[in-house]
């Protein structure tokens, strides 16, 4: 069965850091493409980082490019997303998802993310 | 970017109704449309992959379709337990992007 464990949220201070992680099981972690995506509260989805299987390639919204790192350790069957200079915007429920050419198949339970002072 | 404009909102329908979402896509996008349910409290789940194809497990009740810009899920037979929020997702192009969301009330 294929599982998606986020973890790392909490409540942070805006222009603080947070590192979010994601393990996997169930599947060959390494074969995958994977990604964050994060839902704002009572918001819709919003898709914000893309990390090809093999590291090779990684891509951003802009609305996190330049604050926010996608990661993963194939080793470990885990994803990262390193967040930095936050802000109250970035509040939300952030999840990861694998995903092939098919698309996004399976998603975490989420992690959540507060950035209040 | 390319935006997916989602309709309805929102709608209510009976138990046993159809029902259709829709999701028109701001450039062509072929075939790469997914869509999702999320029902309350839970994570989004796929329904729906490269606009016609059911994902394992899916019942046949829920049928998409559409290719380039205008994409439709439809729900036929509605049972009480489809109470969510469906999203549509374009993935032919990065950035990828949601549609605003249709939420399904059960009368």
């Known amino acids: 069965e294929v599982q998606l464990v986020e973890s790392g949220g909490g409540l942070v201070q805006p222009g603080s850091s947070l590192k979010l992680s994601c393990v996997a099981s169930?599947?060959?972690?390494?074969?995958?493409?994977m990604h964050w995506i994060r839902q704002a509260p009572k918001k819709g989805l919003e898709w914000i980082a893309l990390i090809y299987y093999d590291s090779s390639n990684k891509y951003y919204a802009d609305s996190v490019k330049g604050r926010f790192t996608i990661s993963r350790d194939n080793s470990k069957n885990t994803l990262y997303l390193e967040m930095n200079s936050l802000r109250s915007e970035d509040t939300a429920m952030y999840y990861c998802?694998?995903?092939?050419?098919?698309?996004?198949?399976?998603w975490g339970q989420g992690a959540s993310v507060t950035v209040s002072s | 970017d390319t935006v997916m404009t989602q309709s309805p909102a929102s709608m209510s329908t009976s138990v046993g109704e159809r029902v259709t979402v829709n999701c028109k896509a701001s450039q062509s996008v072929g075939t790469v449309v997914a869509w999702f349910q999320q029902k309350p409290g839970q994570s989004p789940k796929r329904l729906i992959y490269?606009?016609?194809n059911r994902h394992t497990g899916v019942p046949d009740r829920f049928t998409g379709s559409g290719f380039g810009r205008d994409f439709t899920l439809t729900i036929s037979n509605v049972e009480a337990e489809d109470l969510a929020v469906y999203y549509c997702l374009q993935y032919d192009s990065i950035p990828l992007t949601f549609g605003s969301g249709t939420k399904l009330e059960i009368k």
């Open positions: 998802a694998k995903s092939n050419w098919e698309g996004m198949d399976a």
């Open positions: 490269l606009a016609t």
């Open positions: 169930g599947f060959t972690f390494s074969s995958y493409n």
